[in-house]
Nanobody
Framework: QVQLAESGGGLVQAGGSLRLSCACS????????MGWFRQAPGKERTFVAA????????FYADSVRGRFTISFDNTKTTVYLQMNNLKPEDTAVYYC???????????????WGQGTQVTVSS
């Protein structure tokens, strides 16, 4: 069973930074990639970033490219999302999940954790 635990969220002012962590267990790396997704109140959950387990190739949503960086440690037990120059529209609950590549984005597996709240004030 894959278990995921997100942490690192908080309240920051616009322009600030946060680093989210995702503790992974249960061989999440059997999937093609690990992804970060987010969901704002009243909105659908959307793709944020992904990193492939084998090659460390990264992919980003247009809205975060250049501001966010996804990475993992050498043990592949923790996946990070470094978020810089945060904007109010980044406010959401952030989730990590194993993911598979689609033609246009990434499809998450159904191993949702509790997520971590990111709130960016104006």
């Amino acid at each position: 069973q894959v278990q995921l635990a997100e942490s690192g969220g908080g309240l920051v002012q616009a322009g600030g930074s946060l680093r989210l962590s995702c503790a992974c267990s249960g061989r999440a790396f059997t999937s093609y990639a690990m992804g970060w997704f987010r969901q704002a109140p009243g909105k659908e959950r959307t793709f944020v970033a992904a990193i492939t387990w084998s090659g460390g190739n990264t992919f980003y949503a247009d809205s975060v490219r250049g501001r966010f960086t996804i990475s993992f440690d050498n043990t592949k037990t923790t996946v990070y999302l470094q978020m810089n120059n945060l904007k109010p529209e980044d406010t959401a609950v952030y989730y990590c999940n194993p993911a598979e590549k689609t033609w246009t984005s990434f499809q998450p597996k159904n191993f949702w954790g509790q997520g971590t709240q990111v709130t960016v004030s104006s």
